[in-house]
């Protein structure tokens, strides 16, 4: 049983138990485009280690194997010490991103809502740079 | 209904966030010099929204209530009086905040910093939504507004272990309970199709999906995390200990009130038509949480412990109201909150004021042996508020259980009334145990004289509250208690 | 109002002195309780006269309501006739006389105060008990001497053996009361009303009525009289439920005297004379009656002959002379039986108080046998002990022609006793007669042998360890067999007491024998308050000569024997028990009732108790309730605190069990 809350008001989804499986029908798009996606990332990770299987030399070391992430070794102690301040920016990263999330909607609908909906996000954006200068004038934002 | 009155609906969070906001600043630029002006401040945000609650749960021009923004946020008298009940309970945690945190032991954080007032402010506007939210989104932000906040609070003196512990501990256990609720609600948004409190009870008055029943128990269990009801209670005990004291006294006062009420609002109003799926499991949640917080307190040692699990007794006693799922019901649960709130603040204020020559708080209940003699006004209100909690008459504290048992027995809960009866013997144990220790034990002349004039006040007030003058109020609480719980049943 | 006085004056004493204690002291304890007394006494004796000279109708003075229910109403009333003006006397003199015995006796106790309460206390609850004019204020009165007597019996509470004493005396009354109130009960069944005029005057029409008891059919006022007299008989000792009495002496002796020699033991006898036409009904609760007060009678008499204790022998003698009341009672002479039992008050406690008189010279020696040649010591107490022992054996010489009857008071009382039962005619009386004849002879031999050996021959004081304790000193010689003791008169407080209840057994008899007991004066004086049998009284005076010398005869005897045993040479009361060994052993051990009543009942209630304590209430009921509910609790805090472990992912598992379980729940459902 699925629906989607985003494209169809509250109101008018009552009494529409009838054509549930009907509805899927909606979905092919994403469904091929995830297929699309699939490939594409596929294409994105195999051809370069292909290309380079067969053109360059084969010639592994230690370094060359171990796995590059997010700047940390892959296996260690898991109680190692490392600086907080990864996390203080990831967090300000996440809340300054899910504000862009809000702003897509909003402005797609922003016909819709008028200035009502208008002065609403602003008040929430004089909100979110409210707490940006809170964590800036605290010095969240300096590495040192 | 145009926007304009939904915000003029909306006031008192409407305050509470301009000031939040610009306390905020204050704070950041004024730094730890401006925190004695940002809590002036903010008291006087929290008193100006209570005025204004106060006005709504008053005035008979808005006896009718109102909905804001489309269904999702709803002014009733039942809302207004919980929301006086956090104010306040907001105002005193914030009063009694400065002399604790200046006298941290150990000094590296020993002083109070201008955030603590702002992130009350802030979590009082979350638990304003949530007492006055009829849509789960509402329901949802309010209580995350208000969780983040207390996150924060909970580990507030972030230097010491326990207070860290206690942070993080709320914070993985509230995350885990935040997720079983937000699945709660999706699954209700599935099988109903709305979010709405009355909508769903329409739904549900056509029978009961499975889907439906467990997203209500998901809901429930969620809920039942921040009342911190048996068997989501394991945190209280850890963080009330863990917390410094007036974040503990916030706790135990402010967010039992408003998810207790959000609670009731959401039983009533959203699964009011379906009473008998909740209503057994309520019922065990009550016993149980009034038997494990009897069991457990008896063992403790600390104050600050023993009142923890003597808040999980009494919020099984709250929800013997709620288990009644009538308006007499509801309205001794509301009775009961404002005694409660009473006992509880006047409590931890007074275990507040427990300090040793040191200046180090005390909070080991043999160390107030021998309180009777030392400090006798002291003693005496606590005992005052021991015996209430208890639940002893002529104190205060046995009108509210009077009240919920009635409830129980008018509807028909005879059994749930005797078991809760008997399990009350139980607590009194462990009340009369700190009573016993401060007068009749040799004295350990560990606490000293305090010289707080803002403290003796609070208490002073509790401790007339509750004590047999209380009953002066019946009436009039009474009346409010029964305008707000009829407010509930409106929609149904 | 000298009524309401009468009554409350103890009361208000005894609240006082029993409050004030300590902060009160000695003096002003004593000398409120002793005051208030006195003037209860003073008001009481001319409510007497009047009754005596016929100028005053019996009265009702209401005081409170009581209960309103239904058809039970009663109020707390004042009721006086000429049969509680009689009790009205005894009570307040002797009372009065006690307290102020008191004084001298109790000089040396530390808690004086709490002891004149208790005597005050016991009186006005005796008040109370004689006043009543429904069987409920009867029945509190009755359980307030009840209780005022066990403190009194325990007042040396650290005295083990008197502890025990108390508990016999109070279980033992427990026995009757028990009876009591099923004849309440019963009585209130049956006519509707606990009002006891009501009560005497339907009593006739009931007669021969059936009532259904214990699944069979029993005549109505048998079945009644029956179970009130078992109260009767707890309360004055009689055969069967005497055990408590003998032991009752480890009391202080004005307590003896007082409590049970002069008036709660007569209680019974005054609730039979009460009750009396309701006991007129039934020819069999009245030969009962008689058949336990005669065997009472003659039981407590041949006890009395061998006890050595100088208040056991008294206190058997007591007992005995109960069983007099109760066989005149039986026989229908209501008005010989109060009269014995007003005489009786002031010789019996007469007898007590030179008892103590005794004790106290003999720094509390109780043992006759160590007594001996005390009449030059203790004259005054001796003349006082001769007055009661000529009374109670009832010297005196019967009407000759024109000459007056002349004698002690037990003399008029005891014989007119002896006398009714011949003239009643019926088998149980002339048993009665003979059982009285001869109770009379052994009556005269132990209180002469009381006499004998506390006051003549030589002094045996050297055997006592009291004595010797009190001595410290080897004697001078080795003849000296006082041990170098030198007892002394006790003090002026004490033998004024002895002096007036001397007069008492005196003259009583002499002075009111025409009132009590005479016809046509009886009659008149009694006016209706007990059944007075005319006739009955009028054959009394027609009995043949040999009745009437019997009893004085046999006192002869008795005195005779008891001179040739004890003051003619020594050995003969050994060599005679020696001879008679098992009959001698069957009187000292008191017909082995204590034993027998172990057996059968204590030891089995014991058990019983045990099996009820270990199993039933330690075992069971403790186990499973209030200690089972602790430890549960205690157990339940252990686990709650073992759940409670601090780590994070069991406080997450018991969420998510709780959310599983609920779901579950829900499910099943």
Redesign the interface.
């Known amino acids: 049983m699925l629906r989607s809350g985003a494209d169809l008001p509250v109101d008018s989804l009552q009494g529409q138990e009838g054509n549930d499986l009907t509805d899927l029908s909606q979905y092919l798009p994403i469904l091929l485009f995830l297929g699309i996606a699939l490939i594409l990332s596929a294409a994105f990770v195999f051809l370069p280690m292909g290309v380079s299987r067969l053109t360059g030399t084969h010639n592994p070391t230690v370094n060359k194997l171990t796995e590059y992430e997010c700047g940390f070794p892959a296996f260690e102690d898991s109680r190692s010490q490392f600086d907080v301040r990864f996390y203080l920016v990831a967090i300000l990263f996440i809340i300054f991103d899910l504000e862009a999330a809000f702003l897509f909607p909003w402005a797609v609908s922003l016909n819709e809502i008028g200035w009502t909906g208008w002065v609403t996000m602003m008040i929430f954006l004089f909100e979110l740079i409210v707490g940006f200068a809170y964590a800036w004038k605290l010095g969240a934002l300096d590495w040192e | 209904m145009s926007v304009g009155n939904s915000l003029y609906l909306v006031a008192p969070e409407i305050i509470l966030s301009a000031s939040g906001l610009l306390l905020l600043l204050i704070g950041a630029w004024g730094g730890f010099k401006s925190a004695r002006l940002v809590s002036i401040l903010a008291v006087t945000a929290l008193f100006a929204s209570s005025a204004v609650a106060l006005e709504f749960l008053l005035n008979p021009a808005f006896a009718e209530g109102g909905d804001a923004f489309f269904g999702q946020y709803r002014l009733d008298k039942f809302g207004s009086l919980t929301k006086l009940l956090i104010y306040i309970s907001a105002i005193v945690s914030i009063i009694i905040a400065p002399r604790f945190f200046d006298n941290v032991a150990g000094g590296r954080s020993a002083v109070m910093r201008p955030e603590y007032p702002v992130l009350i402010v802030f979590a009082a506007i979350g638990m304003g939504m949530m007492v006055s939210a009829v849509d789960l989104m509402t329901l949802y932000i309010g209580l995350e507004l208000n969780s983040l906040a207390a996150y924060v609070l909970a580990s507030f003196l972030r230097n010491d272990e326990r207070s860290a512990e206690a942070g993080?501990?709320y914070f993985?256990?509230g995350g885990?309970?935040s997720g079983?609720l937000l699945f709660g609600m999706s699954l209700l948004y599935g099988f109903t199709g709305t979010t709405n409190f009355n909508a769903i009870n329409q739904a549900f008055e056509s029978g009961l999906s499975?889907g439906a029943?467990?997203g209500l128990?998901?809901v429930?269990?969620g809920m039942?995390?921040k009342i911190s009801a048996?068997?989501?209670h394991?945190?209280t005990?850890?963080v009330y200990e863990g917390a410094p004291t007036p974040v503990t006294t916030f706790f135990a006062t402010a967010p039992k009130v408003a998810a207790l009420a959000l609670t009731m609002r959401l039983a009533i109003e959203a699964f009011g038509s379906q009473i008998a799926?909740w209503q057994?499991?309520i019922i065990?949640i009550a016993l149980a949480s009034i038997?494990?917080g009897?069991?457990?307190?008896?063992?403790q040692t600390n104050i600050k412990r023993l009142l923890a699990y003597s808040s999980i007794n009494n919020v099984g006693f709250i929800l013997i109201g709620l288990a009644a799922a009538n308006q007499a019901g509801a309205s001794a649960m509301l009775v009961y909150l404002m005694i409660y709130v009473a006992m509880t603040l006047g409590s931890f204020v007074a275990v507040l004021d427990l300090r040793d020559a040191d200046g180090n708080q005390v909070e080991e209940i043999s160390s107030l042996a021998g309180l009777s003699k030392s400090r006798p006004g002291l003693a005496a209100a606590i005992a005052i508020f021991m015996f209430s909690l208890a639940g002893i008459p002529p104190l205060f504290g046995f009108w509210g259980k009077f009240l919920v048992f009635e409830a129980a027995v008018q509807a028909d809960l005879i059994l749930l009334a005797a078991l809760g009866i008997a399990a009350s013997v139980?607590g009194a144990?462990y009340y009369l145990k700190v009573i016993k220790v401060m007068y009749f034990d040799e004295s350990a002349d560990v606490v000293v004289k305090s010289d707080s004039k803002s403290h003796a006040v609070i208490i002073a007030l509790c401790a007339l509250f509750v004590s047999p003058l209380g009953y002066l109020l019946i009436p009039v609480l009474g009346n409010i208690a029964d305008q707000a719980a009829a407010a509930l049943f409106w929609a149904l | 109002m000298a009524i309401k006085l009468i009554v409350f004056l103890p009361l208000l004493a005894a609240i006082i002195a029993g409050l004030g204690n300590r902060a009160l002291g000695n003096i002003p304890a004593k000398v409120i309780t002793t005051g208030a007394l006195f003037v209860s006494c003073a008001l009481s004796w001319p409510i007497f006269l009047s009754f005596l000279g016929g100028d005053t109708q019996a009265f009702v003075v209401p005081v409170l309501d009581w209960v309103r229910s239904g058809d039970l109403n009663f109020n707390w009333a004042l009721s006086v006739d000429t049969l509680t003006a009689v009790m009205l006397v005894v009570v307040t003199t002797v009372s009065a006389l006690v307290h102020l015995y008191s004084w001298g006796y109790m000089d040396e106790d530390p808690d004086q105060p709490r002891f004149f309460a208790y005597l005050s206390l016991f009186t006005f609850a005796m008040l109370m008990l004689v006043t009543a004019d429904n069987l409920v204020q009867m029945f509190f009165g009755w359980e307030g001497v009840g209780l005022a007597s066990y403190l009194l019996i325990g007042f040396w509470f650290k005295k083990p053996s008197a502890n025990a004493a108390a508990i016999k005396a109070f279980v033992v009354n427990r026995v009757g009361d028990l009876g009591f109130m099923l004849g309440i009960f019963g009585t209130f069944l049956v006519f509707g009303t606990v009002s006891i005029p009501e009560i005497l005057a339907a009593a006739p029409a009931m007669a021969g009525s059936t009532i259904g008891f214990l699944g069979m059919r029993f005549d109505t006022m048998t079945i009644l009289c029956l179970l009130l007299f078992i109260g009767a008989m707890g309360k004055s000792a009689q055969l069967g439920l005497h055990t408590w009495l003998p032991d009752a002496m480890e009391g202080p002796t004005p307590v003896s005297a007082l409590i049970h020699a002069a008036t709660m033991v007569t209680a019974g006898v005054f609730m039979v004379c009460r009750l009396s036409p309701m006991f007129e009904t039934s020819e069999t609760a009245l030969a009962v009656v008689t058949f336990v007060g005669a065997a009472t009678a003659l039981f407590a008499a041949t006890v009395g002959l061998v006890q050595t204790d100088i208040k056991r022998v008294i206190a058997y003698s007591t007992c005995s002379q109960l069983g007099y009341m109760f066989f005149a009672t039986g026989v229908g002479a209501y008005g010989a039986a109060m009269f014995h039992l007003f005489t009786h008050a002031f010789f019996k406690a007469l007898l007590f108080l030179g008892a103590g008189s005794v004790i106290h010279a003999m720094h509390h020696e109780q043992d006759m046998r160590y007594y001996g040649g005390l009449k030059k010591e203790i004259p005054l107490t001796f003349w006082a002990m001769l007055a009661g022992t000529l009374a109670i054996t009832g010297v005196g010489i019967i009407h000759i022609g024109a000459i007056p009857a002349l004698g002690f008071a037990g003399f008029f009382s005891k014989d007119a006793i002896i006398e009714a039962a011949y003239a009643s005619g019926t088998e149980m009386g002339s048993i009665a007669f003979f059982v009285g004849v001869t109770a009379a002879l052994l009556t005269s031999f132990y209180s002469w042998r009381l006499m004998f050996l506390t006051f003549w021959g030589k002094p045996r004081w050297i055997e006592s360890e009291h004595i010797q304790h009190s001595v410290h000193k080897t004697p001078e010689t080795a003849e000296d067999s006082t041990g170098g003791y030198h007892p002394h008169e006790s003090p002026l407080t004490m033998l004024i007491p002895l002096g007036v209840l001397a007069m008492g057994a005196i003259f009583a008899g002499f002075v009111f024998h025409h009132a009590f007991i005479d016809a046509e004066q009886g009659a008149a004086f009694w006016n209706g308050s007990i059944a007075f049998d005319e006739h009955l009284m009028h054959a009394i005076h027609e009995v043949p000569y040999w009745v009437k010398l019997s009893s004085t005869f046999a006192m002869l005897i008795g005195l005779g024997t008891a001179f040739y045993m004890y003051m003619r040479g020594e050995g003969r009361p050994q060599a005679l028990a020696n001879q008679f060994r098992g009959l001698y052993q069957f009187f000292f051990n008191k017909w082995y009732f204590d034993e027998l009543y172990d057996l059968i009942f204590v030891k089995p209630a014991f058990w019983f108790g045990r099996l009820f304590w270990k199993r039933g209430d330690q075992q069971t009921i403790d186990r499973f309730g209030p200690d089972g509910a602790a430890t549960l609790?205690?157990y339940?805090?252990?686990?709650?605190?073992r759940?409670?472990t601090?780590y994070?992912y069991?406080?997450?598992l018991?969420?998510l069990?709780?959310?599983v379980?609920?779901?579950t729940?829900?499910?099943v459902?």
């Open positions: 993080l501990k993985v256990l885990l309970a079983i499975t029943l467990f128990i998901f429930l269990a039942a995390f048996v068997p989501f394991m945190w005990p850890d799926a057994q499991i065990f038997v494990v009897a069991a457990g307190a008896i063992g139980i144990f | 609790v205690s339940g805090s252990k686990v709650a605190g759940l409670q601090g994070l069991s406080y997450a018991v969420m069990l709780g959310l379980a609920a779901i729940w829900v499910m459902r």
